[in-house]
C-alpha cells in the first residue's frame, strides 16, 4: 500500500510516469468526483482549487452532469470561476438548459460572446423561446447576427454545424505571403484550423490547401500552383449525417460550407463531425431499444411520458396477439400445456426477428444495404431462419413431446416453429427496408410491426396446428 | 425532364454547379452500381472507364461490397487497375478476408507495401494464419518488421491502430528550421498530418505543436517555447475505446502512442478515431440485438451458427418462463382467458425493461452512468415504471375486465401489470450496471437475464394472483 502511495507521488520517476498518465488520461473518475462533493460539503476552497486544477474542461462538464442538482447548484453559485464558457458547451443538453434557465440572460449572453459562432448557437438552442430572445437581445449586434444566421439554418443541418471562423486565401497570392498574413494575423486567427480555404475574387471556392502541405512548401511557391481542387464545398442546407458521411468516406479534417450561391460562409471540422457520428449511432441505438430521445437526465414525469407512447403503441399489438389466442380458447381448454408452449413460440420468432432487424436497421444507416443488395440480404435472413428454424424445431420439438408425454404435440410445435423462424427472417429484414424506402425511420417503427408478425403468426401457427391435428 | 437532364450534363453553369456538387458528394448510388454492372456485362471498357473516373476510393470499397460475389470477381480479375491499394483498407472485414483470399501471396504483399502502417495492418489481420504468415514472407524486412510489431499489440490496442509515419523535432530548434526542414523533407513525410511531435534528446515526448500554430509564429521563435505540454503520449497498449474517448474529450487531431518507457513510437490520427467510435457503436446496437458480430457480409451457414448461440440461450430463459406457466395448468384449465391475457402482461414487461436496459447500456458506454449516479438512475427507472405501470394497470385493467366480462380479472391483471413494470425498470437499470461492474459486457449479457426476469415475475404475478383470487 505504501508503495503505491509512493508510487503515484513520484512523478518524476522514469518508470512510473507513462504510468501516472494513464491515469490521468481516464479523465474524471467517480473518486475524483466524491473528493470534490466533500470539499464542497466542508467549503474547503483551497482544496478545491488544486481538485479542479487538474480537471480538463470535458471533465468539468462531466463533474456538473453527474452530481446531484444541490450540489450543481452549489458549485455554478459559489464556485462559478472554475467553469469557464467551453464548459457549459460539452454539456449534455438536458442539464445544460436545466443550468442555463438558472442563470441571468446578461450572464449566458456573456458566455456565448467568448465562444465560437458553432458552440454558440448549440448553448441557445435548447432554451426556451422567450428565454432564448431574452438572450440574444443582450449580445453585441455582431455576435446576435451571427447567431440569427445559424439559427435560420434547418435544424441538424451543414449550417448549424459550421464555424463563421475561418483561414481564406486568394489563389494569386504565394505561400511565403500567405505565412507572413498568417503571422501577422496570428491573434485574429481562428483558434484552430487545418486547413486554408483557397477563394477566388467573387468568394467562391477554388480549392483547399492542408496545411501540412503549407509548411513543406517553398515561400515562392504560387498558392494557385498548391491547391487542391477536389474539395467538397458543402451546400449550408445539407443533413448532418450526409455530412459525416463525407467526412468519413473522404478522411477530410475540415470542409468550406457554401451558401446557395456557392459563396463560402463558413467551415465544418472533424470535432463537430465526431459528435454527429456519436450522436447518430446513439439515436439509432435508443430508437431501436423504443426511446425516442435520450432521457438519462431527464426528470421521472417527462421521461414516463415519452415512453408511454412506445408502449402504448406495443400495447396494441399485445391485444392484436391476445386477439388471436382467444380465437383458440377451447383449443387451449383441452389441451393446457398449449398455454405453457405457446411463449415459446413467439418469444424464439421475436427474438430471431430482432436479430434480423437489428442487422438491418444498422446497415441501412451506414448505406451498407441499398437497392442492389436488398433481395439478396432478404433471402439470406429467411435461409438463416429456415437453418436455425430447423435447428430449433428438432430442439423443442423433442423436449416437448417429452415433457407433456405427448409425440404429436412435439410434431406440432417444431413446425411452428421453422414457419415462424423462417417469417421472423423474412420480415425482420422486410420491415425496415420498406419503411426506409418509404422514408419512415425504420429504427423506431420496424420492431412494433415485427414484434406483431412474430407474436401473431407464432400463436397462429401453434394454435391453429394444434386445434386441427392435436383436439 | 429534358431539362433536368440539361441541368445535369451543364458542369460549367454557375446555378447548377452546388447543385451537381450535392449529387458527386452523395456518394456511390445504386443507379451507378447499375451502370457500371451493365458496362461489365457488355464488357464496355471505355465505358466503365468512365465510369470509373467519377469514383472515389471509398465508393469502390463500396461496388464491390455490394455487387455479388460472381461480379465483383470479374472487376477484380480483369479490371484490377481500377483499384488501388487504399481501396482495399475501405473494405467490411469479411468481404476484405474473401478479396484477399482469392489473391496470390505476392499480390497481396505488393498492396501492403504501398500502404501506411496501420492500414497495412488492418489489411492482413482478417486472414487465415497460415497465409497471412506467407503474405508476410513477401514483403521486404522493413515492412515486415513494422507489421510484425504491430501484430505484437493486444487486439483493439492503441498500437494496432497507430501509424508510424509522424513528424518529430527537437526542443532546440527554431521555427525557421523546422520549417527549413519541413521544405526539404517534403517527400518524406508522412501524407497527412496535424501536429509537430516535439521531443527531447532521450525520444520522450515533450509536447506538440499544431501546425496552425506553428504557421503563424515567426522564424526567430523557438520550437521549446511554442510547445504545448499538455500532451497525451497514448499507451500502445490502451484499449481503442478509451483512445476515442481521449480524442472526443480533448478535441485532438492527432496523439502521439509511447513505448513502456515512454518513447515515441507512432501517432493515432482522429481518422483512426472515427473508425473505432463507428465500430465501437455498431458492436452495441447488434449485441443488444443479439448479434456477436457484423454478418451482413457472411453467408448462410456461418451466420446460422454465430445467431444460434444468442437462441439457445434464450430457448433456457424462454422454457423457464414455460416453466412458470406450467406451474398454474389447473388454474388456466379453469380460467381461460388467463392464456389470452398473460402474454401482454410479460410483453409490456419486456417492453419497458428493454426502454430502460437500452438507455442504461448507451449511458454505460459514454461513461455517463457511473458509480456517482448509479443509485440515482435506478431510482428514477423504477418511479418511471411505477408512473406507466399505473398508467397501463389502469388501461388494461378495464379492457380485460370488459372484454371477459370479469372485473376481479381486470384487477388481477392490473396489480401483475404494475409490478411488472416496477421490476422492469429496476432491473433494467440494475442488471447492465452490475455486469458492467464484474466486467462482463452489459450490451450482450443484459437482455437475457432481464427477459428471464420480466417473463417469469409476469407470468408469476399474473397467473399466482389469479389462482388465489379467481379460482
Given at each position: 500500500m505504501a508503495e503505491d502511495e509512493d508510487k503515484i507521488l513520484t512523478v518524476s520517476g522514469d518508470d512510473t510516469a507513462a504510468e501516472d498518465e494513464g491515469t490521468a488520461l481516464l479523465g474524471l473518475q467517480d473518486e475524483d468526483i466524491g473528493r470534490i462533493l466533500e470539499a464542497l460539503d466542508e467549503d474547503d476552497s483551497v482544496r478545491l482549487e488544486a481538485l479542479f486544477s487538474e480537471l480538463g474542461t470535458y471533465d468539468k462538464a462531466d463533474l456538473l452532469e453527474k452530481v446531484r442538482a444541490d450540489a450543481r447548484k452549489k458549485l455554478?453559485?459559489?464556485h462559478s470561476r472554475f467553469f469557464e464558457p467551453e464548459v457549459f458547451t460539452y454539456l449534455q443538453e438536458e442539464v445544460r438548459r436545466r443550468i442555463l434557465e438558472d442563470m441571468d440572460p446578461a450572464q449566458i449572453a456573456g458566455i456565448i460572446s467568448e465562444l465560437d459562432s458553432d458552440d454558440a448557437l448549440d448553448l441557445i438552442l435548447p432554451l426556451e423561446e422567450d428565454f432564448k430572445h431574452e438572450v440574444i437581445r443582450k449580445l453585441s449586434a455582431k455576435t446576435r447576427l451571427v447567431l440569427q444566421e445559424g439559427l435560420s439554418f434547418p435544424e441538424e443541418s451543414a449550417g448549424r454545424l459550421m464555424q463563421r471562423e475561418f483561414v481564406a486565401v486568394p489563389q494569386f497570392w504565394t505561400v511565403g505571403k500567405t505565412i507572413d498574413y498568417l503571422r501577422a494575423a496570428a491573434d485574429d486567427l481562428p483558434d484552430n484550423f487545418y486547413d486554408l480555404?483557397?477563394?477566388?475574387?467573387?468568394?467562391?471556392?477554388?480549392?483547399?490547401?492542408?496545411?501540412?502541405?503549407l509548411v513543406r512548401a517553398r515561400r515562392s511557391e504560387k498558392i494557385?500552383?498548391?491547391?487542391?481542387?477536389?474539395?467538397?464545398?458543402?451546400?449550408a442546407t445539407m443533413d448532418q449525417e450526409e455530412v459525416a458521411e463525407i467526412f468519413r468516406n473522404e478522411d477530410?479534417?475540415?470542409a468550406p460550407v457554401v451558401d446557395?450561391?456557392?459563396?463560402?460562409?463558413?467551415?465544418?471540422?472533424?470535432?463537430?463531425v465526431i459528435d454527429v457520428i456519436d450522436e447518430e449511432a446513439s439515436e439509432d441505438m435508443l430508437k431501436l431499444g423504443g426511446i425516442e430521445e435520450d432521457d438519462l437526465y431527464r426528470s421521472i414525469l417527462p421521461t414516463s411520458y415519452s415512453r408511454f407512447r412506445w408502449l402504448f403503441i406495443n400495447l396494441f399489438t399485445a391485444f392484436m396477439a391476445a386477439g388471436v389466442i382467444s380465437l383458440f380458447q377451447v383449443t387451449i381448454e383441452k389441451v393446457v400445456a398449449l398455454a405453457v408452449l405457446m411463449p415459446i413460440v413467439a418469444g424464439m420468432g421475436g427474438n430471431a426477428g430482432t436479430q434480423t432487424l437489428t442487422?438491418?436497421?444498422r446497415a441501412l444507416a451506414t448505406k451498407e444495404l441499398s437497392s442492389t443488395n436488398a433481395w439478396r440480404v432478404i433471402?439470406?435472413?429467411?435461409?438463416v431462419g429456415l437453418v436455425n428454424g430447423i435447428l430449433f424445431a428438432i430442439l423443442v420439438g423433442v423436449a416437448a413431446g417429452f415433457w407433456f408425454h405427448q409425440l404429436d404435440l412435439g410434431a406440432v410445435i417444431a413446425v411452428a416453429m421453422i414457419t415462424n423462424l423462417v417469417i421472423a427472417?423474412?420480415?425482420?429484414?422486410c420491415v425496415p427496408i420498406v419503411l426506409d424506402r418509404y422514408d419512415i425511420d425504420p429504427a423506431i417503427a420496424s420492431a412494433v410491426f415485427l414484434t406483431t408478425m412474430t407474436d401473431c403468426i407464432g400463436f397462429l401457427t401453434f394454435l391453429g396446428l394444434a386445434s386441427m391435428f392435436l383436439v
Open positions: 455554478l453559485d459559489e480555404i483557397v477563394i477566388d475574387p467573387s468568394y467562391h471556392i477554388a480549392g483547399e490547401i492542408p496545411l501540412h502541405r494557385e500552383a498548391l491547391t487542391l481542387d477536389d474539395t467538397h464545398p458543402i451546400p477530410l479534417a475540415s446557395e450561391d456557392g459563396r463560402l460562409i463558413g467551415i465544418i471540422t472533424y470535432d463537430d442487422v438491418a436497421v433471402g439470406k435472413e429467411s435461409a427472417g423474412f420480415f425482420g429484414a
